[in-house]
């Protein structure tokens, strides 16, 4: 009688541990690593990261360009999180638009992995 009851046990375990983490997965709607919406793309730290953006973008190709804001965004958490930026920004008088991304470490430090303008 308690072999048949451990065998129902095992077999119960055995079902749950299989499928609290599938039943996680599908209702958090996300992948370890996947790209998540930013809610708020005119938080304080997304307009710096923006602005980051631009200044070093300015600083490695000699332009001028002037930030105006970040439009939306996705972030990535990795060893560090991954920003993925849509930054509108003035070339001289033209508003232009641009998309970047920028990983953040997790000791803090940023670096500007691209910057590409996109085509209206």
């Not at 003035?90 to 000791?107: E, H, I």
Request: aromatic share 8%; proline share 3%; hydrophobic share 45%.
């Amino acid at each position: 009688m308690a072999s048949k009851y451990v065998h129902n046990l095992y077999v119960i375990l055995s079902i749950v541990a299989v499928a609290v983490p599938i039943v996680a997965t599908v209702s958090l709607g996300a992948r370890a690593g996947g790209w998540k919406p930013i809610g708020k793309p005119n938080a304080a730290q997304v307009v710096a990261i923006g602005k980051f953006a631009v200044a070093e973008h300015n600083k490695e190709k000699k332009t001028s360009l002037v930030f105006v804001c970040v439009e939306k965004g996705e972030s990535q958490v990795v060893n560090g999180i991954n920003y993925r930026l849509v930054i509108s920004a003035k070339d001289g008088a033209a508003d232009k638009t641009y998309s970047a991304v920028v990983y953040s470490s997790l000791s803090g430090s940023q670096s500007l992995t691209s910057f590409q303008p996109i085509e209206n």
